[in-house]
């Protein structure tokens, strides 16, 4: 969303406008690196076609994709930042005539041979760098909540789906150990995978439905638009500081 991705477009030097064919993307400098900013917009469909898209046309060293995620714990509160160790695609599933569902994971070619894999993991040097980064980070808490934000690692799920239903989510947990869900990083994963391209996906969490229940219909429209500016707000200053960190 354009709304994760002020944040870290506020923190490159030398920021200039170059589209990505249909995206937005705006191309600076962080340390000694060249990153763009892209705005895939919401969902796993966007978010394949636009790095499909990058991918086709640049050669990128890496994909970091942040941005907001909802909490699958009570104890992970809104501002807390996940570092996804691996992603799942928990809306890759078969219904049963029974009723019951069986999870498929990712399905893909690369070179013409077929990978069928659970979960996709996350790049090891990229993983731990950020990991570094997350205990030297002093972050802003959240509106409302008392306690500065806790970086964890774990499990991140991603489907189509914003899920509200406190059993499902505690299901999703139970069969995935997934600590969030969103929307996108998936889709960026498979086509990471598929290019050869080292990726990690990092995620504060706006809302976490166990605790309150988010209502999508927002005055202005716009999903969570109660809390608009402090989406991805905290995912992107850990990604400043992993790309800053690297050699």
């Not at 209502?215 to 992107?236: C, F, M, N, W, Y």
Request: glycine share 8%.
């Amino acid at each position: 969303m354009e709304s994760e991705a002020v944040h870290l477009r506020a923190r490159l030097e030398h920021p200039e406008e170059i589209g990505l064919t249909r995206w937005r993307r705006t191309r600076g400098t962080i340390g000694a690196h060249t990153v763009d900013v892209i705005v895939s917009g919401i969902g796993l469909i966007n978010a394949g076609a636009a790095t499909t898209a990058l991918c086709t046309l640049e050669n990128p060293a890496a994909l970091l994709n942040y941005g907001c995620s909802g909490a699958h714990r009570e104890d992970i509160a809104p501002g807390d930042v996940i570092i996804a160790d691996r992603v799942v695609h928990f809306s890759s599933l078969v219904v049963l005539p029974d009723g019951s569902r069986r999870y498929q994971g990712f399905s893909f070619y690369v070179d013409h041979e077929r990978v069928l894999s659970e979960s996709i993991p996350a790049d090891p040097e990229l993983l731990a760098a950020a990991q570094d980064a997350g205990q030297r980070l002093n972050l802003a808490p959240w509106p409302g909540v008392e306690h500065r934000p806790v970086v964890y690692t774990g499990v991140v799920g991603s489907a189509d789906i914003w899920t509200q239903h406190i059993d499902s989510i505690r299901d999703l947990h139970s069969i995935h150990g997934s600590l969030c869900e969103e929307m996108e990083a998936a889709a960026i994963a498979q086509v990471a995978a598929m290019h050869g391209v080292p990726f990690l996906a990092v995620k504060d969490i706006s809302n976490n439905e166990l605790v309150a229940f988010s209502d999508l219909s927002t005055p202005t429209g716009t999903i969570l638009g109660h809390v608009q500016d402090e989406v991805g707000k905290r995912a992107a200053v850990l990604v400043e500081a992993l790309i800053s960190g690297m050699t």
